[in-house]
């Protein structure tokens, strides 16, 4: 497992742009394929964006599909989400999450992943 830490939430106004970042810890970050997921209070968890390992294969949610950015920088064990035209509707905890795999079957479930950060708070307002 790694361990993984999320920083760069914040309170913004519809219409901005935030970019989030997951550092991890461990050996062998390219290996794991990494995602982001979101959550409500009262809500179930749901995904984002997640980006493979070393193919840096990118899927997306239909919803934040053309506004948000996943990347990966494996130099620096780092995965990054750049979040533009943010909408009050998106406002939740954002969780990073890496799994050890590398296939891509249910990557953008959550039950996949064995590894997640303790979340960032991320609120747009209207």
């Known amino acids: 497992q790694v361990q993984l830490v999320e920083s760069g939430g914040g309170s913004v106004q519809a219409g901005d742009s935030l970019r989030l970042s997951c550092a991890a810890s461990?050996?062998?970050?390219?290996?794991?394929?990494m995602s982001w997921f979101r959550q409500v209070p009262g809500k179930e968890r749901e995904f984002v964006a997640a980006?493979?390992?070393?193919?840096?294969?990118?899927y997306y949610d239909s919803s934040v599909k053309g506004r948000f950015t996943i990347s990966r920088d494996n130099s620096k064990n780092t995965m990054y989400l750049q979040m533009n035209s943010l909408k009050p509707e998106e406002t939740a905890v954002y969780y990073c999450?890496?799994?050890?795999?590398?296939?891509?079957?249910?990557?953008?479930?959550?039950?996949?992943?064995?590894?997640w950060g303790q979340g960032t708070q991320v609120t747009v307002s209207s």
């Open positions: 461990g050996r062998a970050f390219s290996r794991y394929a």
């Open positions: 980006i493979t390992g070393s193919t840096l294969r990118t």
């Open positions: 999450a890496a799994r050890w795999s590398t296939s891509t079957v249910g990557i953008t479930s959550s039950t996949g992943y064995d590894s």
